[in-house]
């Protein structure tokens, strides 16, 4: 490889390196100690500085410098971690340069001009390309050659960085480098001749966190299934956990939960990801949290800033978020000041003239006849034009229509010419809906429900006690003068005020626009006009599995709400579920999702209740609603780990929070609402809805703080669990403009003892004072690690299920079941790391039954048979295994599971000798033979032995034995043993027999009987040969079937006799039948089975007892190796292929 030439004094590097040759401008060097023999002392202490000090020379073993004669000052213009590497660039050199060198006469125009060569070629090196996306190209280039020469990896495994640190081994540091690549972490030490190295899949890890022990504060800390491995001593701790939290979330959700997650367009190729693309998508996500924007928001630039505030009268100061369709402004101060600003609201984008009180100033005017004004900004005429670029393709691809027609919705004080609501206004903009937009087509559309429920009730007569509508009022008040201060529109000034307005309730008038402005779905409601009345049109009449579902819980949707008790109400509910299904094929229909979109309903109109839905279940949830509702358990296992924080006590005392999930985990995916009378769960919903996530923690942690003293007392999980339930019970709001709901959330215990009532108010207000210090960054921090744990404790629970299925069925130990699963689960890891998906090899499918989550092709499946399958056969081994395939997939999928790979192994290993053969017979008959089998040309498809031989065989000590009277004993037993068996497997012709046989032969190479094992086999051949004739001359006379082998015997020579008839005779009468009315040559399982019992070293070989631990051990350690070889001969097969 190529380096960047850095001039050098050789005198300060005679004793680390020796010269290999020399010219008058270029010297070829090694490494002091590499490829020396013996270990000497030398070699071992500069393998041991090269691992201590971070230095340049350790490049690698071999390198070329640049010699300018009669300069003392030399440069390192290539290395080599091989000598024919760098025999390579010296060959290059002596061919191209040195000649040319020549014509110089003043040294330095000879340094420049090999210098200039040598940039020139690096730049023009495919490797480059990669590695010029790193920060520091030429390091991270010499970092790569090492990694490749240290680990062997194909070429898909792409080095994404790497990290000088520490690895602890007991209390020994080993010094050395830590390689972080796409599917792996590596590790590799030199120190004092003892080289060390590990390489720990991603998927292996199951724990990532920092840690500290005796010797050190802080360190990072890898558990697999069997180790744990501490990591210390970095440059920056910081920035090496977060890329190493970004490298195994992505790779472990890309592998193990790829059954609703996408990557990042940036991420879509693992061979292209970078160091500077995982820190992208770490601020990506957390931006999208933050703000809790759609997925396919992407941020293009953060720019620290001030925005006038003009409620504090000053500037605050902050950091400016701009994506593809948002401007967002967060101040530095948490809680603060935020602002969300859609591009679609933005009218207008302005630089302003730059003052000394007012540097770098810009204005963004909105709709709604507000503008906003930012200053201090960096580079400000770039970034305003990358606005402007973004604002005209938002405006182009989404078009807004004017109307200056009066609406008497808009009269609302709250709302007037500021908000959505009515034919979705903003100021003068009106948003043409699907019922303006195709009128014609309105008598043909189901007709949706214009109003939200609780509206529709309220006009229906039912009204509320003064008292508490007073306090409606009161509210509405307090909203009305917030909103002339702060904003009334999505790009309101979000700061601590309204958070203490949303902790007290949002008035009931109000809530269904708030929960729009806040989740921002009112952008997406404008966005889509006539989307969802089109996707209710579509989906309406459709029958299958998920509306099944949907009609079976739409009934149990709050069946206590008047709204729900007739027609209307559950006609959008269906409606609403119905067209989200649609529109979302991957989430579908899940459970739960019918009450949270009840309550929806209850608040906002139907399409609005829609797209709340959609901001819900796709960025405020995300990853909740799906086959395993990972998002909501990893949600629970974050807030087990907040609860050991803010909680000690009870952690201690409740010692298996577990038992506290099964109540806590429907807290999070109903939001309380299943759990806590409705009246009160809603104020629960309003702060859901202005905070996130960050509210169902810090809730979930002040009930159970409220209950602490009586859950430390509990003396079981069941008296536990009963403190929690009727304390959730007893909670009201007493602002409630309604009564409560239902008669299930009782104000008395059994005992009939008034039980004390909660106010939801005091409860969220103790809930933002207590634990209202969790940030988004930390709740995100908190996601990585635990996702990691949920989706490790899911291939765990699937192992599980399936040892338990397979471990009735075979004599392997379970121990051993253990280590064959995971061999068979690298193995499909392994393609999913370095080849492109076959047709027939699916990923892992999580949503698929336990046993058929992982399953493997023909290739893979050959290597584990080379691998762990104890009948090994030399370069016969991969046909045997291409047919012990066929024979395994049995649905003819290409793919097989691990349960019937087992089953295969069992009786490789354990069966009786019987099950052994009858398992390599049915290898050599179709379906596993095939026709166009590639051993079919084999030449021992013509005939093995003369089948005119006596059967008579001479022993060692001088003996002789006849198999006549054998011979003749084994055919009655089988005639009368021929009923008994269950199946009867189909006849081997000649060409299937000797493909069994020459699988024999290969199975007996090397092994210590091996001529006696020879010698046997052959009598045995011999034998079967003249039985397949026997029966070859008995079908072709006309003789009918075996049962009348009796009759035969009376009336002709029995096939017997006619085995060992008088070998004397020609071919020609010994023929008793014409060619043409020969029938085929045929034996059968029964016949193959005796003749093997009659020699005793056959039945030695195949019941002496097999290891297969030892087996095991060597696939562990070898089970990479075969695969990186076969990729790297195959890569080479086509470099070959393509210089032709």
Not at 286 to 297: N, Q, V
């Amino acid at each position: 490889m190529w380096l960047k030439p850095e001039e050098v004094l050789l005198k300060n590097a005679l004793k680390l390196w020796v010269t290999q040759k020399s010219s008058c401008y270029f010297i070829l060097q090694r490494r002091r100690g590499h490829g020396e023999g013996g270990g000497r002392l030398t070699g071992r202490l500069v393998g041991a500085l090269d691992a201590v000090l971070d230095s340049n020379a350790r490049v690698a073993p071999f390198r070329i410098l640049l010699q300018v004669p009669g300069s003392q000052v030399y440069s390192p213009i290539a290395c080599g971690a091989t000598l024919e590497e760098i025999n390579q660039h010296w060959d290059w050199l002596e061919q191209n340069l040195l000649h040319t060198l020549s014509v110089f006469d003043n040294k330095d125009d000879i340094a420049s001009f090999v210098k200039g060569k040598v940039k020139a070629l690096i730049a023009e090196e495919t490797s480059s390309r990669l590695a010029e996306q790193e920060e520091e190209p030429e390091k991270f280039r010499e970092a790569l050659v090492k990694f490749e020469a240290r680990f062997n990896f194909p070429e898909a495994e792409k080095l994404v960085t790497y990290y000088s640190c520490c690895c602890w081994k007991g209390r020994v540091p080993r010094q050395g480098w830590l390689y972080l690549s796409i599917n792996h972490l590596c590790f590799y030490s030199f120190f004092l001749g003892k080289e060390l190295k590990l390489v720990v899949p991603w998927v292996d890890i199951q724990k990532l966190e920092r840690t500290s022990n005796v010797f050190l504060t802080d360190t990072i800390r890898i558990t697999t299934q069997n180790k744990e491995r501490d990591f210390s001593m970095f440059l920056n701790l910081d920035e090496v956990f977060k890329v190493m939290e970004q490298l195994a979330d992505v790779t472990l959700r890309r592998l193990l939960d790829n059954e609703v997650f996408d990557l990042d367009p940036d991420l879509q190729e693992p061979s292209q990801i970078t160091k500077r693309d995982l820190e992208a998508r770490a601020q990506n996500e957390f931006f999208r949290a933050f703000f809790r924007l759609p997925r396919k928001e992407k941020l293009h630039a953060v720019v620290d800033c001030s925005l006038w505030t003009p409620f504090s009268r000053c500037h605050t100061a902050g950091r400016m978020f701009t994506s593809d369709s948002y401007i967002c402004f967060a101040s530095r101060e948490d809680g603060c000041c935020k602002i969300v600003l859609p591009l679609r609201e933005v009218v207008s984008i302005e630089k302003m003239e730059d003052t000394s009180l007012l540097p770098h100033p810009i204005i963004v005017s909105i709709r709604s006849k507000v503008a906003f004004q930012f200053i201090e900004l960096r580079d400000r005429d770039s970034l305003v034009e990358a606005l402007l670029v973004r604002l005209k393709q938002v405006h182009a691809n989404h078009p807004v229509h004017y109307d200056t027609s009066a609406d008497d919705d808009m009269a609302s004080p709250v709302f007037h010419s500021r908000s959505m609501c009515g034919d979705h206004r903003f100021g003068d903009l009106e948003m043409v809906s699907s019922q303006r937009s195709e009128e014609s087509e309105k008598e043909e559309r189901p007709l949706l429900q214009p109003d939200a429920l609780v509206t529709a009730l309220q006009q229906s007569g039912s009204r509320s006690p003064d008292s508490q509508m007073s306090r409606e009022q009161i509210k509405i008040s307090l909203w009305n003068d917030h909103f002339v201060e702060y904003g009334r529109t999505v790009c309101m000034f979000r700061t601590e005020k309204i958070r203490k307005l949303v902790a007290m309730g949002i008035p009931e008038s109000l809530r269904g626009r708030l929960w729009l402005l806040f989740s921002d779905a009112v952008t997406d409601l404008a966005s889509h006009p006539g989307y969802y009345g089109n996707l209710v049109e579509e989906s309406l009449g459709k029958c299958c599995l998920v509306t099944e579902e949907i009609e079976r819980d739409l009934h149990r949707s709050l069946p206590e709400h008047p709204a729900f008790q007739n027609e209307t109400g559950i006609a959008a509910l269906r409606r609403v579920l119905t067209a989200y299904a649609h529109r979302n094929p991957k989430i579908g229909y899940c459970q739960s999702m019918n009450i949270l979109t009840s309550v929806l309903l209850l608040y906002a109109k139907e399409e609005e209740a829609f797209w709340l839905l959609v901001a819900v279940c796709e960025r405020m949830l995300p990853d909740y609603f799906n086959h395993r509702v990972i998002g909501a358990q990893v949600d629970q296992s974050v807030f087990e780990e907040l609860i050991k924080g803010h909680l000690p006590e009870l952690a201690e005392h409740m010692n298996d929070l577990s038992a506290l999930a099964s109540v806590s985990l429907s807290w999070f995916l109903t939001l309380f609402l299943s759990i806590m009378p409705l009246e009160s769960a809603v104020n629960v919903v309003d702060c859901f809805f202005y905070d996130g996530i960050k509210a169902i923690f810090q809730l979930g942690l002040a009930v159970l703080e409220a209950n602490a003293e009586d859950l430390c007392s509990s003396k079981d999980d069941g008296q536990a669990l009963m403190i929690l339930s009727r304390f959730l019970d007893h909670i009201k709001n007493e602002d409630s403009p309604g009564p409560p709901v239902g008669s299930h959330h009782a104000f008395f215990s059994d005992d009939q003892e008034p039980y004390p009532v909660t106010d939801i108010s005091d409860l969220i207000r103790d809930s933002y004072e207590k634990f209202g210090d969790q940030s988004v960054e930390q709740i995100e921090h908190l996601r990585y690690r635990h996702r990691i744990r949920v989706l490790q404790g899911h291939e765990d629970t699937t192992k599980q299920n399936v040892l338990r299925v397979v471990i009735p069925e075979v004599s392997i130990l379970p121990e051993d079941l253990e280590e064959l699963y995971d061999l068979f689960k690298r193995e499909h890891m392994m393609s999913c790391y370095w080849e492109q998906p076959r047709p027939m090899a699916s990923r892992h499918d999580p949503s698929r039954p336990y046993a058929e989550q992982y399953r493997i092709d023909a290739q893979q499946f050959a290597h584990l048979f080379q691998l762990v399958s104890p009948w090994t056969c030399g370069a016969h081994t991969e046909i045997l295994a291409e047919r012990t395939f066929r024979l395994l997939d049995d649905n003819m999928d290409q793919l097989i599971e691990f349960k019937a790979f087992v089953s295969c192994l069992d009786i490789m290993y354990n069966g009786e000798m019987n099950e052994k053969i009858k398992l390599l017979y049915r290898l050599h008959i179709p379906p596993a033979l095939t026709e166009n089998d590639r051993d079919s040309q084999s030449p021992l498809k013509n005939p093995l032995l003369s089948t005119s031989r006596p059967l008579v065989f001479g022993k060692p000590n001088g003996d002789a034995v006849d198999y006549q009277k054998q011979l003749k004993q084994m055919i009655k037993d089988l005639a009368k043993e021929k009923d008994k068996t269950e199946k009867e497997l189909p006849k081997m012709s000649q060409r299937e027999f000797i493909q069994f046989c020459k699988t024999l032969y290969s199975m007996f190479h090397e092994d210590p009987e091996e001529n006696d094992l020879y010698q046997a086999i052959a009598t045995v051949t011999t034998l079967l040969l003249q039985i397949g004739e026997v029966g070859q001359r008995s079908s072709s006379s006309g003789s009918c079937s075996q049962e009348c082998g009796e009759e035969l015997q009376a009336s002709a020579p029995s096939p017997e006799d006619s085995v060992f008839a008088d070998t004397g005779k020609t071919p020609q009468e010994s023929q008793a039948f014409p060619e043409e009315a020969e029938a085929d040559w045929t034996v059968s399982l029964e016949h193959i089975l005796a003749s093997l019992l009659t020699e005793q070293s056959l039945v030695n070989f195949f019941e002496k007892p097999l290891d297969m631990k030892s087996k095991l051990e060597n696939a562990k350690i070898n089970q990479y190796n075969l695969k990186t070889s076969e990729m790297s001969h195959q890569s080479q097969s086509e470099l070959k292929l393509s210089n032709l």
